[in-house]
């Protein structure tokens, strides 16, 4: 009978340190908000009341140093590629990206004669969730949220990742 | 006033600077002036009593096609009068070049910036004049008709697609 017996009944958990990490990290996507067209509208739109996408510890940051996740709300032309670029580099890891709209995804409507566009983000840097829509709504950046929240707990953490 | 006599004033106080005189096929009624004069024309127009043109509501570059020349379009208003005018010069494609206002309206400023970038027409006497839009490495006038796009940018691809 030692000290400790009875003082923890219910609230011991046995779990993996990834698994306890990668819960802590999806549920806190700071996100640094790059809003460069009307993307940026809906993505304030889902952060604020109606939305609110502080319920998945989802959080607005406007610099990179305390971001997890960088979201590319809104047209990337050329001027702003090399500061988008030099932003991304400038977070801290492990880190994301979510291309959000047509224009960052792929260009958009400059596809053809935005001359001045850069034709999707993923030309310099790399992204992990699109998500369709010129602009998308709401709910389809709440999907994505979701879907890098999913990508979050199967990565590990501490162990070491195979090649 | 309207902007028949107001034609008639600046034609017979700059006589052959005032070229023509559009009314007809164009949104606003137009007056064509010489590209030197501009600059004298638009600080006449403010200052005298009879017009009064306080505001530059717009200033802008234009090119019609690959063999036209350019032209700046100004857009005045009188805050006190409640008149508009719109006047318009042509410069040539070779050698794009007007006077600059930009110290008789500080809205030109801004504008004339945007039409250098974008058309590379140069506005003499402007006392900060470089790309505003654009970066500033960036090779060539993009709202020229005969513009054609570089491949590359800073090693990013401007796609172009057949």
Redesign the interface.
Known sequence: MGALNHKFNENILITSLDKLLNWSRSGSEWYFQFGLACCAIEMMSAAAARHDLERFGAMPRSSPRQADVMIVAGTVT??M??RVKRLYEQMAEPKYVISMGSCANS?GPY??HG??V??GVD??IPVDIYIPGCPPRPEALLEGLMHLQKKMREEPVLAKKEN | MTEQEIYANLSSKFGDKIFEFMEEGTLNPTIVVEAGAIAKIVLYLKDDEKFQFDSLMNLAGHDADVESDFSVIYHLFSTELKHYITLKVFTSRDEPKTASIANIHRTADWHEREAFDLYGIIFEGHPDLKRILMEDDWEGYPLRKDYVPAEFYRGMRIEKVK
């Open positions: 050329l001027k590629a090399t260009g596809w053809q001359y001045h850069l034709k030309q310099i």
